[in-house]
């Protein structure tokens, strides 16, 4: 559970530097910054294997870099559940959801189980 939430803030961390390095992203509050890194963190985990799955044959076409559209989508879709989390298009999004990807990646990587 301690790591569960570690991973949390973490991901919350990498939005928070996405959010500074992009300027078309604005959170409002700390509060919205943890709410949509945790939305990010579900619909990533239910949505995006639905909407892959679906869109496998394009992924297949483009030898797999759709899946950084479907991403992009993820990142904008949590924008607009999330009530102070605000992207300025789909484009911002996209470029966004590569960062938090690799920070997210990074910072996973160092908290990460050794086995």
């Known amino acids: 559970m301690t790591r569960l939430v570690l991973k949390w803030v973490l991901n919350a961390f990498a939005l928070f530097l996405v959010m500074k390095l992009i300027p078309g992203i604005q959170i409002d509050r700390f509060q919205d910054l943890l709410v949509g890194a945790l939305v990010i963190g579900l619909l990533n985990a239910f949505l995006r294997p639905v909407i892959v799955l ?62």
């Open 54 to 115: 679906l869109t496998l044959p394009v992924t297949v076409l483009t030898l797999g870099l759709f899946t950084l559209v479907i991403n992009g989508l993820m990142f904008y879709l949590a924008a607009t559940l999330v009530h102070g989390f605000r992207v300025s298009g789909f484009t911002t999004a996209f470029v966004a959801a590569l960062l938090f990807s690799l920070f997210s990646f990074v910072f996973n990587m160092l908290v990460r189980k050794d086995a």
